[in-house]
């Protein structure tokens, strides 16, 4: 099983930008589908989490700006970003969490000038 994240690039300020992440294999049982990032020098930091029902939970520091969503056989995890800010900018990685483990991508880099 792989995840692929892509979307990632240069942005100015204020601009938005739409992350993919789409898995190849099979996994069973996806408990929930999850975004993260990590900027240079800093630890990894959840964004936001959509689980099997639909529902969705945000980090404080992208609530508003954010949004995640996936297709319906649970096989891409998007991440509509808006509002950018310099603070955003980072490697943002998908994460696939079943009942007894979870998977991860390679992350895709998030630019964003001021």
């Known amino acids: 099983v792989q995840l692929q994240a892509s979307g990632g690039g240069l942005v100015q300020a204020g601009g938005s930008l739409r992350l993919s992440c789409v898995r190849s294999g099979s996994i069973i049982g996806i408990k929930a589908m999850r975004w993260y990032r990590q900027a240079p020098g800093k630890e990894r930091e959840w964004l936001a989490t959509?689980?099997?029902?639909?529902?969705?939970l945000y980090a404080d520091s992208v609530k508003g700006r954010f949004s995640i969503s996936r297709d319906r056989d649970k096989k891409t995890v998007y991440l509509q970003m808006s509002v950018l800010e310099p603070e955003d900018t980072a490697s943002y990685y998908c994460?696939?969490?079943?009942?007894?483990?979870?998977?991860w991508g390679q992350g895709t880099l998030v630019t964003v000038s001021s």
């Open positions: 959509i689980i099997t029902n639909g529902s969705v």
């Open positions: 994460n696939f969490v079943t009942a007894y483990t979870d998977y």
